[in-house]
């Protein structure tokens, strides 16, 4: 089975069935003198990528070939089998014009191998010493115009980091406020690594647990998440599918806020108000939160509860620290301890 070319290709001739042939078996005479282009039935591997290559559907598989066109078939295998390779085109008026034969390419003559003398191979050693020489009188000029660029914008990028990482310890040092004194005293003076570290402490105030997380990296800005306990949110923050734990008679719901504060200097960037699932048994069944945007209120909220946990941890001024009273009106001294010594 091949593909044909018909009529509606004479005085068209059209290429991108030629481009898009695996096989590379659509010709035209080598001088361009044919009106039509024509497929070599023996080559011809019917896959059909010519078709809907073709701008006028002029190429249609030999069996679906249109009765009116059924000397096309013919005569595409006549161009490549006649005489010296040529075949009748038809013009315009239904003729057929010959076509010239395609000229073989020359085959490549063999390869000789040199002919070499030893001498001829190796370089003497007075040669070398030459050639060294005239390296080393290479300007310096060169000599830098040789260095790559990539290698230079690597070391101007470690420098840079360098510096930010320096200048950003030095900012966490130096920032006094109540938000990063929470931080300071949950990473329990431990310095940051590469990968960053996370420390968390916990304090139970009023029967309800408050919890600071702290993540610490010398490559970015220390990143405060504080856990506030709260009373049911009354609106609807549930997934759809709460119906499995309504069901469900050992569930046992916790509510809490969740505020993020990323430079650690009291001011909001994002909050959450959370549900978490809970059995019984203490097992952990599912967790809903709502995002919401950092308002006046919430940040508020945010920052008495801070107070009412640095409070309670020695870390601002309040009637009373904690197990004696509060001298002279000073602020009590933080406590020595890591977040892990905390319950």
């Not at 659509?26 to 078709?51: G, K, N, R, T, W």
């Not at 001498?119 to 390296?135: K, T």
């Not at 938000?179 to 139970?204: C, F, H, Q, V, W």
């Not at 599918?241 to 430079?263: G, I, L, M, P, T």
Request: hydrophobic content about 40%; overall charge neutral.
């Amino acid at each position: 089975m091949t593909h044909v070319i018909a009529e509606p290709c004479v005085g068209t001739k059209d290429t991108a069935c030629v481009e898009v042939c695996p096989v590379d078996c659509i010709h035209q005479a080598e001088d361009e003198s044919s009106e039509m282009l024509y497929i070599e039935p023996f080559e011809c591997i019917d896959c059909a990528a010519c078709v809907p290559a073709c701008p006028v559907d002029a190429i249609f598989a030999e069996a679906d070939l249109p009765s009116k066109w059924s000397k096309y078939t013919q005569m595409n295998a006549d161009f490549f089998t006649s005489g010296a390779g040529a075949a009748a085109a038809p013009a315009a008026g239904g003729e057929a014009a010959a076509a010239p034969a395609k000229k073989r390419e020359p085959e490549p003559e063999p390869l000789v191998p040199l002919e070499l003398k030893p001498e001829e191979i190796y370089q003497s050693l007075s040669d070398l010493r030459g050639d060294l020489a005239e390296q080393r009188r290479m300007s310096d000029a060169d000599l830098r115009a040789r260095k790559s660029p990539a290698v230079v914008g690597l070391a101007a990028a470690a420098v840079i980091l360098f510096a930010f990482a320096i200048w950003n310890n030095f900012s966490k040092a130096t920032n006094f406020s109540l938000y990063a004194r929470l931080g300071a005293l949950a990473i329990g003076g431990k310095k940051p690594n590469l990968a960053g570290d996370e420390y968390t402490i916990s304090r139970r105030l009023g029967g309800r647990v408050y919890r600071v997380k702290v993540s610490d990296s010398i490559f970015g800005a220390r990143t405060l998440t504080l856990l506030v306990p709260a009373k049911p949110f009354g609106d609807d923050i549930y997934h759809r599918d709460e119906k499995f734990f309504a069901a469900n008679q050992n569930e046992d719901s916790r509510f809490f806020y969740v505020f993020v504060d990323r430079k650690s200097n009291g001011t909001l960037d994002s909050a959450l108000k959370v549900r978490e699932f809970w059995s019984k048994e203490n097992r952990f069944l599912g967790r809903y939160q709502k995002p919401l945007p950092p308002n006046g209120e919430l940040q508020k909220i945010y920052r008495d509860a801070a107070r009412k946990l640095g409070g309670k941890l020695g870390l601002v001024k309040s009637g009373t620290c904690p197990g004696r009273e509060l001298i002279k009106n000073q602020p009590c001294r933080p406590h020595r301890f890591r977040g892990t010594d905390l319950p």
